[in-house]
C-alpha cells in the first residue's frame, strides 16, 4: 500500500458514515475548518514542558508527513507555536495533530499552516531534554497510531487509517459522497429523505 495515498478529496464526516474505530476525539479540532491535510504519521511522544522530542521530529521530517503529537496527559502546555511552525514549513510537513494546546495563533493564521489541537495556552513547552520518542506508537486523543498510518484531518476531524486498508475505505468513500450528489438534488425536487432512505411512498 503507498502510504501517500491521495485523500485530498475524501471528508472524514463520510469515512464516519461506515467506519467507528480511529476517530480522534472530536475535542481536537481545526484551527481553522477550511484546511484538509493527510500523510504518513510521524509521531511523537511528549510529557510535561519537555518540548525537545519535538524539536528532534522537525529535524527528521520528510515532505508530506502528518506530525502527530502524543501529550500524555498534559493539559497545560503550547507544544507549538510560531517557530516550530516555520520548521515544519521548511520542510515540506503537510499538518500536525496535537493531543494538547498551541499558541501563536495569529502567526500561524498567516502562515497558512494546518494545526489540529485541544485548544490555545499561553504557557509553553521547553526544550530540556528529559525524555520522549520519535517515530514509535503512540495514542492520540485515544487513538492508536503507529508510524506511517494514514492520517487525514479535516473541518469535521481527525482519523486515523491502517495504510492496507486505506484505498478500500476510500473508494468507499468516494463513491458515497458522488451518490450523496444525487440525494440533495432528489431533495431539492421535492423528495422527503423518508421516500429517499425508505422508499415511503407519497401519502395521498
Keep these: 500500500m503507498n502510504a501517500h495515498l491521495d485523500l485530498s478529496d475524501i471528508e472524514t464526516a463520510t469515512l464516519g458514515h461506515f467506519l467507528s474505530e480511529g476517530f480522534m476525539a472530536p475535542s481536537i479540532q481545526a484551527l481553522t475548518p477550511e484546511h484538509r491535510a493527510f500523510g504518513p504519521a510521524l509521531t511523537v511522544r511528549m510529557t510535561g514542558d519537555d518540548g525537545a522530542p519535538l524539536v528532534d521530529a522537525l529535524a527528521a521530517a520528510k515532505p508530506g508527513q502528518m506530525i502527530v503529537i502524543d501529550r500524555c496527559g498534559?493539559?497545560?502546555?503550547?507544544?507549538?507555536?510560531?517557530?516550530?511552525?516555520?520548521?515544519?514549513?521548511?520542510?515540506?510537513?503537510a499538518g500536525v495533530v496535537i493531543d494538547g494546546f498551541m499558541t501563536d495563533r495569529s502567526a500561524i493564521l498567516a502562515n497558512g499552516f494546518p494545526v489540529w489541537c485541544r485548544g490555545r495556552s499561553p504557557v509553553t513547552t521547553k526544550p530540556r531534554g528529559l525524555g520522549g520518542d520519535v517515530n514509535v506508537p503512540i495514542n492520540c486523543g485515544g487513538v492508536a497510531v503507529r508510524p506511517g498510518d494514514l492520517v487525514l484531518a479535516d473541518e469535521s476531524g481527525v482519523v486515523v487509517l491502517d495504510p492496507a486498508q486505506a484505498e478500500a475505505f476510500c473508494a468507499r468513500a468516494r463513491q458515497m459522497q458522488h451518490d450523496e450528489i444525487g440525494v440533495l438534488d432528489r431533495l431539492k425536487a421535492g423528495e422527503t429523505l423518508a421516500q429517499i432512505t425508505r422508499g415511503d411512498t407519497p401519502r395521498a
Aim: hydrophobic content about 55%; aromatic content about 4%; charged content about 15%.
Design 74 to 93: 498534559d493539559l497545560r502546555h503550547a507544544c507549538w507555536g510560531a517557530v516550530t511552525t516555520a520548521a515544519a514549513m521548511a520542510r515540506g510537513v
